[in-house]
C-alpha cells in the first residue's frame, strides 16, 4: 500500500496519519487504523487499488458555505434567506442559515458582546437536597440557590452539571455526560409539588403523590429509587391532565421514551421492527406521557431562568461531548452519527492506554451536508432556558479521538471537523440567545483552540492546579494576575479533587486504595506534598494569610483577572470527596454524593460566607 496515497487519501477526508502526543513529540497511526477510519466515513481504502480510486473520484461541492456580518457573498444567483424571502447576489446578506440551491450559507456574528466580570458557583445539581426535594436536587433547588447566591452573596452567575435527559428506565444512567439526548431535559430533576398538575389536583391525589416521596437523607443518591417514586407520582398526576399528541422532535423523542421502557434503554437490542423511526410503534398514551413531561421541564427550567434575573451573567448549562450509543439521539438523528466508532482521547500521562468514553461521534460530512442543523438544535434546546453554555471538551469542534470498532482506545486516530462552520453555528446560536460561551479547554488541547475561542468573545477555561508555567524547569505555578482575563477561572473541577480532598491528598488516598497507582504509591504522596508546598508559597508570595488554607485559595483564586470565577459548594465548605472519579464507574460513587448541608444551610454557612467574601471582594 503506497503510504503517500493513503495519507493523500487520508488528509481529503479529515483524517490524521500522525499527531503531536501529550509531550510534543509526532506519534504515527498505524496505516490499518487509518483505512478502518476510513471506511467509517464511507470511504474504502483496502487496497492499493480502492486508493487510487477514491483519489481520482470527484468531490461533491461543499454544502456549507460560512460568512460573518458584513461579509459579500458574489453572484449572480439568488439567496433564499432564513425568513423565505429572497436576496439577488452579489449582496451582503443578513444574519442567519441561508439556502443558495443546494448549499446552506451561514452567517455569523464576528464575535460575541463583553462577558461582565462577576463569580459564582459550580453546581452538581443532583447534590443539592433541599426540605422539599425528593432524595436529590432538582430545577426548583436551582431556581432557590439562583435566586439566594444573587440576593444573599452578590454572586452573579451559576455553571450547572449537564441536565439532558437519560433513558426513563432502570438502573438509571448516573452519569450526567453520557445523556440518550442532548435536545431535552431529565425528568429525574422535576419538583413534583411544583407542578400545575400537582396543586390542581383533589387532596386525596396528592396524599397519594406525597406518600411516594422516597428518602430525602440517604448517604449516597439513590436515582433508581428517585425516579421510581417520581414516575409514579407524575402518573398517578396524568390521569388528571389533558394529553395532546406531541409532533415533531419532541413526538419522536417521546416515542423513543415509551418504547425504552418496554423494551429497554439500548434501542440496538430491540425488536427490528423498532429499531427504526420508520416503522417503530409506541402507545400513543406513554408518547403523549413522555411528552407532557417535557413540558414541564421546560416550565420548571424557565422558572429558575427567570429567578436568576438578577445575575449578572445567569445560569449556564452544561453542554456534554456526546449522547449514549444506544440512545434517542441516535434512534431519531442516527444519519448524523458514525455509530460503530468510540470516541475518546489518545494516551497521556494521566491514562497511558488512552481513554474510551463510548459515545459515538458526529460524522462531519453528514453534519455539513445537513447544513450543520443537529449541532444547532442541540445549541437551541439548551440556550432556550439558559443564559450561557459551556461545551464539554471544546476541542471537539476542532478534532475528535476516533476509535474504530473492535480497537482498543490508543489505537485510534483524530478526526477533524470543520471548526470555521462549527464556530459560526455557535457563535450564531449564542448571540440569538443573548448567551455567553465558555469552552472547556483542558488537557492536551491545541494553542488555536484557546485563541480562536476568544477572537470570537468566548471564554476558556482556566483551573489552579494546571496553571502553571511549562517552559520553565519544575512547572512552577504562575501568579494569578497572569491568567487570561477571557477565562472562566476555578480552583478545581468535578473531575478533579476538591480544595479539602486536594490539601489533605485524599485523591491519592482513595486512587490508592482503588489500585490505580502501578508504581509507588508512597512516590504519589510525596508528589501531592510537594504541589501542596507550591501552593502555600505561592499564598506566601501574594502574601495572603494561609491560616485557613481553603479560604486562602479563594483569595488567591480572586487575585486572577478572568471574567468569570468560580467555585463549588463542596470547596467551599471543606468536603473532601469529589463528585466524580476518572477511571472508575462503581469502584467510587461517581455522582452521587450529596452535600453536606441543606440548600438553605448553605447560605447561613460561614465558611460560605468567607469563600463569597473573598470572591466578591
Not at 438502573?171 to 411544583?194: K, W
Not at 491560616?547 to 468569570?564: M, R, Y
Request: hydrophobic letters at 40%.
Amino acid at each position: 500500500m503506497d503510504d503517500d496515497q493513503l495519507a493523500a487519501l487520508a488528509d481529503a477526508h479529515g483524517v490524521a496519519t500522525w499527531y503531536e502526543d501529550a509531550e510534543q513529540k509526532r506519534a504515527d497511526v498505524d496505516p490499518d487504523v487509518v483505512v478502518a477510519v476510513l471506511a467509517q466515513l464511507g470511504v474504502d481504502a483496502s487496497t492499493p487499488e480502492a486508493i487510487r480510486a477514491a483519489l481520482t473520484a470527484p468531490r461533491p461541492e461543499p454544502k456549507t458555505l460560512v460568512l460573518h456580518a458584513g461579509d459579500h457573498l458574489d453572484g449572480p444567483g439568488t439567496l433564499t434567506l432564513e425568513d423565505g424571502s429572497t436576496l439577488t447576489l452579489p449582496a451582503v446578506p443578513p444574519l442567519g442559515y441561508h439556502r443558495l440551491g443546494d448549499r446552506t450559507v451561514i452567517v455569523a456574528p464576528r464575535e460575541l458582546p463583553p462577558v461582565p466580570k462577576t463569580w459564582g458557583w459550580m453546581l452538581q445539581l443532583y447534590a443539592m437536597r433541599s426540605d422539599d426535594s425528593w432524595g436529590m436536587g432538582d430545577f426548583a433547588d436551582l431556581a432557590t440557590i439562583a435566586r439566594r447566591s444573587a440576593a444573599d452573596l452578590g454572586a452573579g452567575v451559576l455553571l450547572v452539571n449537564p441536565v439532558q435527559a437519560v433513558s426513563p428506565t432502570v438502573p438509571v444512567e448516573r452519569s450526567p455526560y453520557s445523556p440518550s439526548s442532548r435536545r431535552f431535559a431529565n425528568p429525574l430533576y422535576l419538583r413534583i409539588a411544583d407542578t400545575d398538575a400537582y396543586r390542581q389536583a383533589d387532596d386525596d391525589t396528592r396524599r397519594r403523590v406525597d406518600a411516594l416521596r422516597p428518602d430525602n437523607d440517604t448517604d449516597l443518591i439513590d436515582y433508581d429509587a428517585v425516579w421510581t417514586a417520581k414516575k409514579a407520582a407524575l402518573e398517578l398526576l396524568w390521569e388528571t391532565v389533558d394529553h395532546p399528541a406531541p409532533d415533531g422532535e419532541l413526538r419522536d423523542f417521546a416515542r423513543f421514551c415509551a418504547l425504552a421502557e418496554k423494551h429497554g434503554q439500548d434501542w440496538r437490542t430491540w425488536p427490528e421492527q423498532d429499531r427504526d423511526p420508520a416503522t417503530a410503534h409506541a402507545d400513543p398514551d406513554r408518547v403523549a406521557f413522555h411528552a407532557w413531561l417535557q413540558h414541564l421541564c421546560e416550565a420548571q427550567l424557565a422558572q429558575a431562568r427567570e429567578a436568576a434575573e438578577d445575575m449578572a451573567v445567569g445560569i449556564i448549562h452544561d453542554l456534554p461531548v456526546g449522547v449514549h450509543p444506544g440512545g434517542a439521539d441516535t434512534w431519531a438523528v442516527r444519519d448524523a452519527f458514525a455509530p460503530d466508532v468510540r470516541v475518546g482521547a489518545p494516551p497521556d500521562a494521566f491514562s497511558q492506554l488512552g481513554q474510551d468514553w463510548n459515545l459515538p461521534p458526529w460524522r462531519p460530512d453528514r453534519l455539513a451536508e445537513q447544513g450543520y442543523e443537529p449541532f444547532r438544535a442541540v445549541l437551541r434546546s439548551v440556550l432556550r432556558h439558559g443564559d450561557g453554555i459551556r461545551i464539554d471538551h471544546v476541542a471537539g469542534l476542532w478534532r475528535l479521538w476516533w476509535i474504530p470498532p473492535g480497537e482498543p482506545p490508543q489505537r485510534g486516530t483524530y478526526v477533524r471537523y470543520d471548526a470555521d462552520a462549527m464556530l459560526a453555528v455557535l457563535t450564531l446560536e449564542a448571540h440569538r440567545a443573548g448567551a455567553v460561551v465558555v469552552g472547556e479547554d483542558l488537557g492536551t488541547v491545541e494553542p488555536k483552540v484557546t485563541e480562536e475561542l476568544h477572537a470570537h468573545g468566548m471564554l476558556s477555561s482556566a483551573v489552579l492546579w494546571f496553571q502553571r508555567d511549562y517552559k520553565q524547569p519544575g512547572h512552577p505555578l504562575k501568579r494569578p494576575q497572569s491568567w487570561t482575563m477571557k477565562a472562566m477561572a476555578s480552583i478545581s473541577t468535578h473531575d478533579l479533587p476538591t480544595a479539602a480532598g486536594f490539601l489533605r491528598a485524599e485523591h491519592v488516598r482513595v486512587r490508592a486504595e482503588l489500585g490505580q497507582f502501578a508504581g509507588d504509591v508512597e512516590r504519589e504522596y510525596r508528589s501531592a506534598a510537594t504541589e501542596r508546598a507550591q501552593l502555600e508559597e505561592l499564598l506566601k508570595r501574594e502574601r495572603i494569610p494561609a491560616d485557613d488554607l481553603v479560604t486562602a485559595l479563594h483569595a488567591l483564586l480572586a487575585k486572577a483577572p478572568s471574567l468569570l470565577l468560580l467555585t463549588s459548594p463542596q470547596d467551599a465548605l471543606g468536603e473532601t470527596r469529589q463528585p466524580n472519579l476518572p477511571g472508575t464507574v462503581d469502584q467510587y460513587p461517581n455522582w452521587r454524593i450529596p452535600l453536606p448541608v441543606r440548600v438553605v444551610e448553605l447560605f447561613t454557612d460561614a465558611r460560605v460566607r468567607r469563600i463569597a467574601e473573598a470572591l466578591r471582594r
